[in-house]
Each structure stands twice: as structure tokens, then as C-alpha cells.
Nanobody, 125 residues
Framework: QVQLVESGGGLVQAGGSLRLSCAAS????????MGWFRQAPGKEREFVAG????????YYADSVKGRFTISRDNAKNTVYLQMNSLKPEDTAVYLCAADEHLNTIVKVTEGVAYWGQGTQVTVSS
């Protein structure tokens, strides 16, 4: 089992920045690829970013490419999402995810093994 706890969400004006953190506990953190997803009211959960077990490979949704950066610190059992140039359409609950396979995180949302509870990000115009 892996427990994931997100933090760092909040209210920010358009053009601003936030950094989300996701702390993992349980099994060996470096065993898992990690990812961030988001879900806005009335919409399906969507992939935002993913990172391989040791950080060598990253993937991003086209909508956030160039603005968001995913990173991880295996010594701290934490994955981060740095979000810059935020837009109102980035408003959503952001969820952290873990799975042994990065491909599952990037392409098979419903197959992801572990999820956090989410943190709200609201971007005002």
C-alpha cells in the first residue's frame, strides 16, 4: 500500500504560480512512477504530468506543456508540480497518483493503482 497526501493548493490570480507537493508513505517510493491529474467540476479526470521512477523521463499534457514542471525527490518521498503562468482553465482539484508503470499513468487513468485525496487549485481572472 502507498498513501499519498497532496498540499500546496490555493487561490491565485491568472499569471501566477503555485507549487504542489505530494508526500508518499508506505512502500518504497522509488518503486513507483508518479503523476498528477486534475478534475474540474462536471468534467472527467485528466492526465496532467507524469515522471518515471528516478526522474529521467517526464510527460505532460499539451495544455500544460511549457508552463508546468513535474519533479521528484526520492530521498524525501515527495513529488512536486510547479505550475507557472496559471490560467482560469487550470482551476480544478489536483490529484497525485502512483503506479509501478509510467505508461499506466500517462495512458490508462482508470488503471492507476494509488491516488491521493486531492488539493484544490483556483485561478481567478
Amino acid at each position: 500500500q502507498v498513501q499519498l497526501v497532496e498540499s500546496g493548493g490555493g487561490l491565485v490570480q491568472a499569471g501566477g504560480s503555485l507549487r504542489l507537493s505530494c508526500a508518499a508513505s508506505g512502500r518504497t517510493f522509488s518503486r513507483y512512477a508518479m503523476g498528477w491529474f486534475r478534475q474540474a467540476p462536471g468534467k472527467e479526470r485528466e492526465f496532467v504530468a507524469g515522471i518515471s521512477r528516478f526522474g529521467g523521463t517526464t510527460y505532460y499534457a499539451d495544455s500544460v506543456k511549457g508552463r508546468f514542471t513535474i519533479s521528484r525527490d526520492n530521498a524525501k518521498n515527495t513529488v512536486y508540480l510547479q505550475m507557472n503562468s496559471l490560467k482560469p482553465e487550470d482551476t480544478a482539484v489536483y490529484l497525485c497518483a502512483a503506479d509501478e508503470h509510467l505508461n499506466t499513468i500517462v495512458k490508462v487513468t482508470e488503471g492507476v493503482a494509488y491516488w491521493g485525496q486531492g488539493t484544490q487549485v483556483t485561478v481567478s481572472s
